[in-house]
């Protein structure tokens, strides 16, 4: 299951909006500001029902004149995703764990617009696809704003932003692409001002029909050590 958990926060989190720039869907004060990177965050999250943590590591990298941010999730056992961005826009994404024991694989992007559809922030369209020696993901999602509300996090009430997405991931094996399994995903993500994401919750059903639930909260910040 953890590997359905990264692969969707992967492509509703930290996707690039086509043609646009990528504070045009979360606005910029709803991310964490790049001023405050210095020599790298780690970003830590509890999921509230099973007290399993996930970490993000977030640094700044100067490459050929130009800087790029890099982000790389991952849990106690391994490394699952790595992202690295530029103004905002993703320009490549590793996952680590659908090819196991290989090399990381490099995602497609089929898809990634924000359309005004009449309402606050719009509606944030992606589609990315990997492919392993033997199986085919394709992971599509919306993600659309809920409502205005705060959170208190470390004493503090901080404006945030609720947003709502609906996942859906295909799998098809190579031998036979007619045969495949879908699974979908129920999200919403919390943007706290100055901040970032703060908070999630995951909800989906799995290939055995179990309930599967999750809901991540931010624990702390810590500087990356050198």
Not at 24 to 42: L, M, N, Q, T, V
Not at 92 to 113: C, H, M, Q, V
Request: proline share 2%; charged share 25%.
């Amino acid at each position: 299951m953890r590997m359905f958990l990264f692969l969707f926060i992967l492509t509703t989190n930290f996707s690039k909006c086509s043609g646009q720039k990528y504070s045009d869907f979360i606005p910029k004060e709803f991310r964490y500001p790049d001023s405050k990177i210095g020599a790298g965050k780690i970003f830590i999250y509890e999921d509230s029902i099973t007290k399993q943590r996930r970490f993000e590591n977030l640094r700044i990298l100067n490459s050929n004149g130009k800087q790029f941010k890099t982000t790389k999730s991952y849990d106690s056992i391994s490394i699952s995703d790595s992202i690295k961005s530029f103004n905002g826009r993703v320009v490549e994404r590793y996952n680590f764990f659908l090819n196991k024991g290989g090399s990381p694989i490099k995602a497609e992007d089929l898809e990634d617009t924000v359309i005004n559809n009449g309402h606050r922030l719009g509606s944030h369209l992606s589609q990315i696809r990997y492919e392993t020696d033997a199986l085919i993901y394709t992971a599509s999602s919306k993600e659309e704003f809920l409502k205005d509300t705060t959170i208190t996090w470390q004493g503090n009430q901080l404006p945030s932003l609720v947003l709502f997405g609906n996942s859906k991931v295909e799998i098809k094996a190579k031998a036979d692409t007619s045969v495949s399994q879908v699974l979908e995903v129920h999200l919403k993500f919390y943007y706290a001002k100055y901040l970032g994401l703060i908070q999630y919750s995951i909800q989906f059903t799995d290939h055995t029909g179990k309930e599967n639930h999750g809901l991540w909260k931010l624990k702390r910040i810590d500087d990356m050590k050198n």
